[in-house]
């Protein structure tokens, strides 16, 4: 199957998988999540390379992964991966599709949510995002350095609220276990987003254009986060993984 034109239609997608987990080859990104948001919501899970081992070894993350509603490649491993099956995707980076629901909310009125990265963080996505998306209903914004105790009134919140968009910024695997939790019959589009928090923040950085162009954005975070490099040895074993299977 080629998928190499862009649709604006919500369902025009199809599931498949890279190494056994789930994967969702889609023309168009961004409709399918607005057409998830139509049908009552769902949760959207990014996967890359590094993920994707983590799930095969991990069977909560596996199991939050599988029953999400929607999968995207967000990482240049999965979208090679899915081309050695003929199945052609562009990469889809999660910062990026989370800011433009940020946008699309502020334009409907969504009320949107945000758990998760330091309080710092927190206290400047508060401040500073009604700024930067104009007319951004930003219902609830709470940092993810609760106390153990605190977190049942969290998940209480948001479940009186039952906003729009919940954007979920607690790290693989607890962001997408969490939330396939929580979000359980809940309305709205609750999506994981790792660091993007810290970017929006300005106490990270993204890879530069060009890095992200040449799919270079592995060695960017290397660079300035030298203690990944454990982590990062996932990318040769997922790409060896790939090529055994065919």
């Known amino acids: 199957m080629v998928m190499d034109s862009v649709s604006t239609a919500p369902d025009d997608r199809r599931r498949c998988q890279v190494l056994g987990v789930p994967v969702d080859a889609c023309r168009d990104v961004c409709a399918a999540a607005l057409g998830l948001h139509a049908r009552g919501g769902g949760r959207i899970v990014t996967l890359n390379a590094e993920m994707t081992m983590s799930a095969r070894a991990d069977a909560a993350l596996g199991q939050a992964i599988g029953t999400a509603d929607l999968v995207i490649p967000d990482g240049a491993g999965v979208v090679w991966a899915l081309g050695r099956q003929q199945i052609r995707v562009v990469k889809t980076a999660g910062i990026e599709l989370a800011w433009t629901l940020l946008e699309y909310a502020a334009a409907h009125q969504w009320r949107v949510a945000l758990v998760g990265a330091s309080p710092e963080v927190m206290a400047t996505l508060r401040a500073e995002l009604p700024q930067r998306i104009r007319g951004l209903n930003l219902a609830l914004a709470v940092d993810g350095y609760q106390a153990p105790e605190a977190w049942p009134g969290v998940e209480a919140q948001l479940r009186a609220l039952k906003p729009d968009l919940v954007l979920v910024a607690l790290g693989v695997p607890r962001q997408e276990t969490w939330s396939e939790r929580v979000a359980a019959g809940q309305p709205g589009l609750w999506m994981g987003v790792g660091g993007s928090f ?8 993204r890879a530069p254009g060009w890095m992200c162009r040449m799919q270079l954005e592995w060695l960017y975070r290397l660079i300035q986060e030298p203690s990944r490099w454990r982590r990062m ?4 074993a997922f790409a060896l993984k790939v090529i055994r299977l065919g």
């Open 198 to 205: 810290d970017v929006w923040a300005g106490t990270k950085k």
């Open 233 to 236: 040895l996932s990318l040769p």
